[in-house]
């Protein structure tokens, strides 16, 4: 079993930035990828952004484009997410994704974390 946990949640007003870090327990045997997922209240879960090992396969969510960068610290088995100019709508928690596979299209991690809160006020 791996181990995911986040930090770097908070609260930020409209415009500021903020930046999360997810350090896994273990190097995993699978995929390689690590991500981030987020879900607001009342919505379902849906993915923000996702890279491999070496990054050099990158995906975002159009939502997040252009204001937030994924990065993979691998000596420290971790995955960082740097948002900027937040919006109210970037509102929830955000959890850590590890491993797992691609569908059509879309992640399935085999890991998550507990999440961490983060609120943007207007």
């Known amino acids: 079993q791996v181990q995911l946990v986040e930090s770097g949640g908070g609260l930020v007003q409209a415009g500021g930035s903020l930046r999360l870090s997810c350090a896994a327990s273990?190097?995993?045997?699978?995929?390689?990828?690590m991500g981030w997922f987020r879900q607001a209240p009342g919505k379902e879960r849906e993915f923000v952004a996702a890279t491999n090992w070496n990054e050099d396969v990158t995906r975002y969510a159009d939502s997040v484009k252009s204001r937030f960068t994924i990065s993979r610290d691998n000596a420290k088995i971790a995955v960082n997410l740097q948002m900027n100019n937040l919006k109210p709508e970037d509102t929830a928690v955000y959890y850590c994704?590890?491993?797992?596979?691609?569908?059509?299209?879309?992640?399935?991690?085999?890991?998550w974390g507990q999440g961490t809160q983060v609120t943007v006020s207007s």
């Open positions: 273990r190097r995993t045997s699978g995929s390689s990828f």
């Open positions: 994704a590890a491993d797992g596979k691609w569908y059509s299209g879309h992640y399935y991690p085999d890991y």
